[in-house]
């Protein structure tokens, strides 16, 4: 009789505990067989993009290519349709649908930033030290300056020539092309000068110099042969002179592909995933979208990583004139008041990765709070640093409603946050549309090794990503 008043017991027990408690669960296990062969297929189609899309101009040009090929319509232009794209300074691009609902009740929005830190090429890069040609350049965004040395980049970017013609640059992604390195000190040299001093000095910013060739120009006489020699080649295959590198902008970027990781090839390694692995996603799910309940605002945002400032970040106001354009195409008269009055009545997302959990690290997250790899995309109620300095925070109500979402439509998802209260801390793009008065939220795969030159992800999170952004933009 005691045995099975125990038994009981421990069955009313476990009831209890799968009722109350905070269920984690890998994603893959919450998927049904046929979801789960759609995960691989899916991930095949973002590491092409990865690959295709390593700086700001190029995604922007890969997401107008797949907008085009889906009917979108330029904004500015007359016309019929619902579907829309709008181009900022070929750096930043939005997509727009009207949807069944009028606009003054409100967009579904969803924004992610298309720029990853890099190495940019100064405006006047070139130069030339015991006979070895050499680029001068400024990190851009938070990196690990360590991890960029001795690994091959390729140069991407565009030049604007004297005349006015554009060049578009991307040498080093095909097996032909040479790649540049910037080089390191070896390890029986190095004691002084680079081992002895904290790891964040060991390299300093300003040598932070690329290769860029070795052979002389023929002249002896010539001063700076080297240089000159790269001028010279230069000016006969692009017709570029020196000034040229004034009008430029120049990245160098990791030459190495996006690869499946791992025996199991269930994760993705690639530059560039903060915050492209969002963009793509968010790009997906815009495209399969019929007829929305809602009207749809996809924004693809610039100048993230260096506090998107400029005309082509977050700050900028380009989502009012996006909304302005939106309102034409509605049939009503745009004003201030009106584009106000509609952002202010929207619900965002702001689509952006978070660092996952590191076993190897385990003294930097709170590990109850912490993103893990495999559990599906990460919710963030805030951001920010320390007390919350600098965080957009999620209103309660709002988490709630994600929350129904999600769990309608049977995403994977964690609540998180970046690392320890006192450790660190980091932000997004939500920020600069709260101030617009609608609610937002912060929601994107984790990631670890973010910001460096070779990313991982698991593709049952990225495929999470994409069901979770489509399940945002069609309810109601």
Same mark, same amino acid.
């Given at each position: 009789?005691?045995?099975?008043?125990?038994?009981?017991?421990?069955?009313?027990?476990?009831?209890?505990?799968?009722?109350?408690?905070?269920?984690?669960?890998?994603?893959?296990?919450?998927?049904?067989?046929?979801?789960?062969?759609?995960?691989?297929?899916?991930?095949?189609?973002?590491?092409?993009?990865?690959?295709?899309? &390593?700086?700001?101009?190029?995604?922007?040009?890969?997401?107008?290519?797949?907008?085009?090929?889906?009917?979108?319509?330029?904004?500015?232009?007359?016309?019929?349709?619902?579907?829309?794209?709008?181009?900022?300074?070929?750096?930043?691009?939005?997509?727009?649908?009207?949807?069944?609902?009028?606009?003054?009740?409100?967009?579904?929005?969803?924004?992610?930033?298309?720029?990853?830190?890099?190495?940019?090429?100064?405006?006047?890069?070139?130069?030339?030290?015991?006979?070895?040609?050499?680029?001068?350049?400024?990190?851009?965004?938070?990196?690990?300056?360590?991890?960029?040395?001795?690994?091959?980049?390729?140069?991407?970017?565009?030049?604007?020539?004297?005349?006015?013609?554009?060049? *578009?640059?991307?040498?080093?992604?095909?097996?032909?092309?040479?790649?540049?390195?910037?080089?390191?000190? =070896? *390890?029986?040299?190095?004691?002084?000068?680079?081992?002895?001093? &904290?790891?964040?000095?060991?390299?300093?910013?300003?040598?932070?110099?690329?290769?860029?060739?070795?052979?002389?120009?023929?002249?002896?006489?010539?001063?700076?042969?080297?240089?000159?020699?790269?001028?010279?080649?230069?000016?006969?295959?692009?017709?570029?002179?020196?000034?040229?590198?004034?009008?430029?902008?120049?990245?160098?970027?990791?030459?190495?592909?996006?690869?499946?990781?791992?025996?199991?090839?269930?994760?993705?390694?690639?530059?560039?995933?903060?915050?492209?692995?969002? !963009?793509?996603?968010?790009?997906?799910?815009?495209?399969?979208?019929?007829?929305?309940?809602?009207?749809?605002?996809? =924004?693809?945002?610039?100048?993230?990583?260096?506090?998107?400032?400029?005309?082509?970040?977050?700050?900028? =106001?380009?989502?009012?004139?996006?909304?302005?354009?939106?309102?034409?195409?509605?049939?009503?008269?745009?004003?201030?008041?009106?584009?106000?009055?509609?952002?202010?009545?929207?619900? @965002?997302?702001?689509?952006?990765?978070?660092?996952?959990?590191?076993?190897?690290? *385990?003294?930097?997250?709170?590990?109850?709070? !912490?993103?893990?790899?495999?559990?599906?995309?990460? =919710?963030?109620?805030?951001?920010?640093?320390?007390?919350?300095?600098?965080?957009?925070?999620?209103?309660?109500?709002?988490?709630?409603?994600?929350?129904?979402?999600?769990?309608?439509?049977?995403?994977?998802?964690?609540?998180?946050?970046?690392?320890?209260?006192?450790?660190?801390?980091?932000?997004?793009?939500?920020?600069?549309? @709260?101030?617009?008065?609608?609610?937002?939220?912060?929601?994107?795969? *984790?990631?670890?090794?973010?910001?460096?030159?070779?990313?991982?992800?698991?593709?049952?999170?990225?495929?999470?990503?994409?069901?979770?952004?489509?399940?945002?933009?069609?309810?109601?």
């Amino acid at each position: 009789m005691d045995m099975a008043v125990k038994e009981k017991d421990r069955d009313k027990t476990k009831e209890l505990e799968k009722k109350l408690k905070l269920q984690g669960k890998l994603a893959w296990d919450r998927m049904e067989e046929k979801e789960r062969k759609e995960v691989f297929p899916f991930a095949e189609g973002y590491k092409r993009f990865l690959d295709r899309a &390593k700086t700001e101009r190029e995604a922007v040009r890969e997401i107008l290519e797949a907008a085009r090929k889906a009917v979108f319509r330029e904004l500015s232009r007359p016309g019929g349709g619902k579907k829309f794209f709008s181009v900022n300074k070929e750096k930043s691009i939005a997509l727009a649908l009207l949807g069944r609902s009028p606009l003054a009740e409100g967009l579904r929005i969803i924004v992610s930033h298309i720029d990853s830190p890099r190495i940019d090429l100064k405006q006047n890069p070139l130069y030339e030290d015991s006979d070895l040609a050499i680029f001068r350049t400024h990190y851009y965004g938070g990196i690990k300056k360590y991890q960029w040395v001795a690994i091959p980049l390729s140069l991407h970017g565009f030049i604007v020539k004297a005349d006015g013609s554009a060049l *578009p640059v991307r040498i080093g992604e095909d097996p032909e092309d040479p790649v540049f390195v910037i080089n390191d000190l =070896l *390890p029986h040299l190095s004691g002084k000068v680079q081992d002895q001093k &904290k790891l964040a000095e060991a390299i300093e910013g300003e040598k932070l110099t690329a290769l860029a060739g070795s052979l002389p120009y023929p002249d002896g006489e010539a001063k700076e042969r080297v240089k000159l020699r790269i001028l010279d080649l230069l000016h006969e295959k692009y017709g570029l002179v020196e000034e040229d590198f004034t009008s430029s902008e120049l990245e160098l970027v990791p030459a190495m592909k996006a690869r499946d990781a791992g025996f199991d090839r269930s994760l993705i390694g690639a530059y560039g995933q903060d915050d492209r692995a969002s !963009a793509y996603t968010s790009l997906q799910a815009v495209l399969a979208l019929k007829n929305p309940s809602r009207p749809v605002l996809s =924004l693809f945002v610039d100048k993230e990583e260096i506090g998107s400032e400029g005309n082509t970040g977050a700050q900028s =106001l380009f989502i009012d004139e996006v909304v302005r354009g939106m309102i034409e195409r509605s049939g009503e008269t745009p004003s201030e008041a009106r584009v106000k009055k509609i952002l202010a009545h929207s619900k @965002a997302i702001s689509a952006d990765v978070e660092s996952a959990f590191d076993p190897n690290y *385990p003294e930097v997250h709170e590990k109850q709070n !912490a993103g893990r790899i495999g559990y599906g995309v990460c =919710l963030e109620k805030f951001t920010g640093h320390r007390g919350k300095a600098g965080a957009s925070d999620a209103r309660a109500e709002y988490v709630g409603e994600i929350r129904r979402i999600f769990n309608t439509r049977r995403v994977a998802w964690q609540m998180t946050e970046i690392g320890k209260v006192d450790e660190g801390g980091g932000g997004t793009v939500a920020k600069y549309l @709260a101030v617009y008065g609608m609610d937002i939220i912060d929601c994107g795969v *984790p990631v670890l090794s973010m910001h460096s030159p070779y990313e991982i992800a698991s593709k049952v999170d990225i495929y999470e990503a994409f069901k979770a952004y489509r399940a945002f933009l069609e309810s109601s």
